[in-house]
């Protein structure tokens, strides 16, 4: 493919990098509560933590023998997961139709996937792998989301904090764009040197057993 094709899909990709990924995910916490929804904020809290937590069990246990001879499934892709749920998520939060919002986190799951593969940073299978986990916590935050738009004390939300979510967002993506973040190659090594002698590897030559470090992050 071309290098300015390329270039657009590691620019579009980089939104999803988690020097990104985590102060948008503060901003939006920090506007639900200024909107007064403490219970759909405990409840994406709860789930941050189990998607960004699950993504890190899957990575720590895959990549604790290292790569193996035709491995296609190593390192499932974080990047793709957090793209998809922070992103798909938040239209999800701060829409009146929540099931168009989660088919919207399709699309943005499809794109995610198919930009790390293009990048050669996953294989299919990887971000497979990713586009699941961010998917599954989208499909809970969509049913949350449904349950308080018919609670009876359900009002019209603030326009100030919404403004303030997209401007605040917009502004940090423009400054951490493009920031790389070095907790990929220190999970692969934790995963390697602490997960690996409680795992069952099996014995390959000393090629396939050395940390192989992503450039591009996720």
């Given at each position: 493919m071309p290098d300015s094709p390329m270039m657009l899909i590691g620019f579009l990709s980089d939104f999803g990098d988690e020097n990104i990924l985590w102060p948008l995910m503060a901003l939006i916490s920090l506007v639900l509560i200024l909107q007064g929804r403490y219970r759909i904020f405990l409840y994406y809290s709860a789930l941050v933590l189990l998607v960004f937590g699950g993504t890190l069990i899957l990575k720590l246990c895959f990549e604790a023998c290292g790569r193996l001879p035709g491995q296609s499934l190593y390192s499932p892709s974080g990047h793709t997961a957090g793209t998809t749920f922070v992103y798909g998520g938040a239209a999800v939060l701060f829409s009146r139709s929540p099931r168009t919002c989660l088919a919207l986190a399709f699309g943005i799951a499809l794109f995610a996937g198919c930009a790390r593969?293009?990048?050669?940073?996953?294989?299919?299978?990887?971000?497979?792998?990713?586009?699941?986990?961010?998917?599954?916590?989208?499909?809970?935050?969509?049913?949350?989301?449904?349950?308080?738009?018919?609670?009876?004390?359900?009002?019209?939300?603030?326009?100030?904090?919404?403004?303030?979510l997209i401007t605040g967002g917009l502004v940090l993506t423009m400054v951490l764009h493009g920031l790389r973040s070095p907790a990929e190659a220190w999970l692969e090594y934790f995963s390697h040197q602490f997960v690996a002698p409680l795992m069952r590897c099996p014995v390959t030559p000393p090629a396939f057993q050395e940390p192989h470090h992503h450039d591009l992050g996720k």
């Open positions: 593969i293009a990048l050669h940073v996953h294989s299919p299978a990887e971000v497979a792998v990713g586009a699941s986990v961010g998917l599954l916590g989208v499909l809970f935050l969509t049913l949350a989301r449904k349950n308080e738009l018919h609670a009876p004390e359900a009002r019209a939300w603030l326009n100030r904090p919404v403004i303030f």
